[in-house]
């Protein structure tokens, strides 16, 4: 991945997709998918992934405008998050089952901990915990819904450097020494702490300005692999061309054998063999 070091392009092309994001109507998205019988789920999936992911962008995007680098952060890793993710599911024949596993596990372990609270009225509610008694669907992607590095390495053109960048995200969006060291100021020498600061040491905004205007790019994308009309295809395209960057992060080649096999492996399960003649 490489970025074009004026920020004043990125911040334009920002502004631009989600105008084209925000220029949809209700309904306008026709949902289709070549080859299948169109998944309910999947269209979901990505379209909330989608609408999350400019949600919170243009929010980022605004902070950035307003010099608000390292405040950024945590929203910065979450639209990225979830765009790859919107991207990935839109091509997965089975990412959205997979996400949906994702989801009643992590309900089933909240309801887990809520019956250890000391609190009783917390106790009470583990019984009631919506969704955690779901049934889990069946899937051959659960590793990468779970495991966002192997969710970017399904992604041939992320693998990963996608991944490289959302640790160095996640740096800045945790508790780490690294954030702490933003508070502080450091003598010449390194030696000693000269002061204190209430407000970090801000960082450049250029390269993370172009991350989040990846993100929107491949939001943008994820929503077109499912969409009948391809409404904003062409001008994605064109604004990924001046990023320099695809605007299209396929699935890999054993992304795609793993589906196969699992897609093999259920119609043989589900076989009944010939019928017999009367």
Not at 128 to 156: I, W, Y
Not at 223 to 251: M, V
């Amino acid at each position: 991945m490489t970025y074009d070091p004026d920020e004043k392009s990125a911040t334009q092309i920002c502004h631009e997709l989600i105008d084209l994001w925000k220029s949809r109507q209700n309904g306008e998205t026709k949902f289709r998918e070549r080859g299948s019988r169109p998944n309910l789920r999947k269209f979901l999936s990505v379209f909330g992934l989608v609408a999350h992911t400019y949600r919170i962008g243009e929010q980022a995007l605004v902070m950035y405008e307003s010099s608000l680098v390292i405040e950024t952060f945590p929203l910065l890793r979450a639209t990225y998050e979830s765009a790859l993710t919107a991207h990935w599911v839109a091509q997965s024949s089975d990412g959205a089952e997979a996400l949906l596993n994702k989801d009643v596990q992590g309900r089933k372990a909240a309801a887990t901990t809520l019956a250890k609270a000391r609190s009783a009225i917390l106790r009470s509610g583990s019984q009631q915990f919506p969704g955690a008694d779901a049934e889990f669907l069946k899937t051959s992607s659960g590793n990468q819904a779970r495991n966002f590095e192997k969710l970017c390495e399904d992604l041939e053109l992320a693998g990963a450097d996608a991944y490289a960048y959302y640790r160095l995200m996640s740096w800045y969006t945790h508790p780490t020494a690294r954030l702490i060291d933003l508070y502080i100021e450091p003598s010449d020498d390194l030696t000693e702490v000269e002061s204190l600061r209430q407000v970090p040491e801000q960082m450049d905004a250029n390269m993370w300005v172009h991350f989040l205007a990846y993100s929107l790019i491949w939001a943008g994308r994820a929503i077109d692999f499912i969409d009948e009309e391809h409404l904003h295809r062409s001008r994605i395209r064109e604004l990924a061309r001046l990023l320099h960057i695809p605007d299209a992060l396929n699935l890999s080649p054993e992304a795609i054998r793993r589906s196969g096999r699992a897609a093999r492996e259920e119609r043989r399960a589900n076989w009944k063999g010939p019928r017999k003649a009367r």
